[in-house]
């Protein structure tokens, strides 16, 4: 929890350095406003799609990140801190596109014409953090030796949870869509727009969309900490087997599973089978 807390003050720190920069920071006369999407790349595209399609990708990047800080071991605080930086940077600049439709830079490359913010340098100094941590502890992160050779230990009560998760999240996003779209058709409608039709129904298909990869992101994501809760009890349960046919032997839980007080309770058993 510790080195969660620290990845989050990162994150949190990037965004509040990268605006108070930007807002605070920088005459006027040094701004140069980008309207692309990495060094003024794709510009000419629709203002309305850069801006939704950043914004929802940023957002999309929010919701790995948070999934993330689990499945990162929790001794490699370096790919925490790496990834923390990433998404900071990113979100520093999607904050730029909802509030001003455009990012503000205005450090100059030397000896080139690309102009650059805190946010863009964040998000290349934690992509550095990343790939060094991939390079030089993949065995680490990986971790081979410590995964259960299968995901769905108990099927039934994994896939109930999951679809729980799942429920909520489209129980959420139903109430979100209906809101938006309620809202988008009125403005639409007072503001006399000639191809509002053709604008819900876009709004319509990207949202579906959005959903359905954010409910696979979920369900992965519940598969996950699932297979945390049930690997214990299972492995617990064939412990407690053993003991009863005579078997003694060690009870060891893995890296990051839930239960851990199982351990204790595993040692109290050996010794009264042992008398």
Request: a positive charge; proline letters at 3%.
């Amino acid at each position: 929890m510790k080195n969660v807390i620290l990845s989050l003050t990162c994150l949190v720190l990037v965004l509040v350095l990268d605006q108070v920069s930007k807002r605070y920071g920088v005459s006027p006369q040094d701004i140069h406003w980008n309207y692309g999407i990495v060094f003024g790349l794709y510009s000419e595209v629709s203002s309305t799609v850069r801006i939704i399609t950043l914004c929802s990708f940023g957002g999309f990047l929010l919701a790995i990140y948070f999934i993330l800080l689990f499945f990162v071991p929790k001794n490699i605080l370096s790919l925490k801190i790496g990834l923390s930086l990433l998404i900071g940077g990113v979100l520093g600049n999607v904050i730029d596109r909802m509030i001003d439709g455009r990012t503000i830079d205005f450090i100059p490359m030397p000896f080139t014409s690309i102009v650059f913010n805190v946010a863009d340098f964040s998000q290349w100094l934690g992509a550095f953090f990343i790939l060094w941590n991939i390079w030089k502890r993949g065995s680490e992160i990986w971790r081979p030796d410590n995964q259960r050779g299968q995901y769905l230990i108990l099927p039934k009560e994994q896939m109930q949870f999951c679809m729980k998760l799942l429920a909520i999240t489209l129980a959420t996003s139903g109430i979100v869509g209906i809101f938006s779209f309620a809202f988008l058709r009125v403005v639409l409608l007072e503001s006399s727009v000639s191809n509002n039709a053709a604008i819900l129904t876009n709004f319509t298909i990207a949202y579906i969309s959005i959903v359905a990869l954010f409910c696979g992101i979920v369900f992965v994501f519940g598969l996950y900490v699932s297979h945390r809760s049930a690997g214990p009890i299972h492995a617990f349960s064939l412990f407690v087997d053993d003991l009863t046919q005579g078997k003694i032997r060690d009870f060891q839980l893995r890296d990051k599973d839930h239960f851990k007080q199982l351990e204790k309770i595993a040692i109290r058993l050996q010794e009264h089978f042992k008398k």
